[in-house]
């Protein structure tokens, strides 16, 4: 069985809107090896389109980028995409496919098919998989800027306090510091 490993980007208010991070080439290559060394990708419907609407473009050389974007773009098209969704079915972006109406069923078992390990990259749907008691390991990127807006990190809350042991931290030249954290036992 594969770890479910929640990524993100959040300022030190716990903002985790993706326009508020520094996107340098130290951030994108960090990105980058987490993306590589997992097996899937998890989104929710909206990072799903988000994603969707950019990065295929990308990948075909139909949008200007930097060589490193434009094969970060081409390996995300190769890396099998799942997308928790209640409202949407069709997921027509290479490689994408619908977790299932059984979040917790259909999560466990990508999971499971998945020896090298899911990378969740969407907020809301990694505060109700946490909620599931779902995710393993968190990879955070916290940047150094105050945005004074949400969304917020777990802005719904959780059913109780997640006791976490960090593995590693790295800070940045940019002032970013990653943290890698697993759950305690």
């Known amino acids: ?22 996107v340098d080439d130290e951030t994108h290559a960090f990105f980058t090896r987490l ?17 969707e609407s950019h990065w295929p473009a990308v990948a075909r050389g139909e949008v200007d980028a930097v060589p490193a974007m434009r094969d970060w773009a081409v390996k995300l098209e190769a890396k099998p995409k799942y997308v928790a969704s209640r409202t949407r079915t069709a997921f027509p972006w290479t490689n994408s496919h619908p977790v299932g109406a059984d979040l917790q069923a259909g999560v466990q078992r990508l999971k499971d098919a998945t020896p090298a390990g899911v990378l969740l990259g969407s907020g809301q749907l990694a505060a109700a998989l946490d909620r599931l008691d779902l995710i393993d390991a968190y ?16 802005e719904g809350g959780l059913p109780g ?25």
Do not use: K
């Not at 069985?1 to 508020?20: P, R, S, Y």
């Open 139 to 154: 990879q955070v990127l916290v940047h150094p800027r105050i945005a004074g807006h949400g969304p917020r990190l777990y």
């Open 1 to 22: 069985m594969g770890l479910l490993t929640f990524a993100i980007n959040v300022t030190l208010d716990g903002c985790v809107d993706h326009t508020e991070g520094i």
């Open 161 to 185: 306090t997640r006791r976490l042991e960090l593995i590693a931290s790295r800070p940045f030249r940019n002032g970013v510091v990653a943290m890698h954290y697993r759950r305690a036992g």
């Open 35 to 51: 993306m590589d060394e997992a097996g899937a990708m998890l989104w929710g419907r909206v990072t799903y389109e988000m994603m």
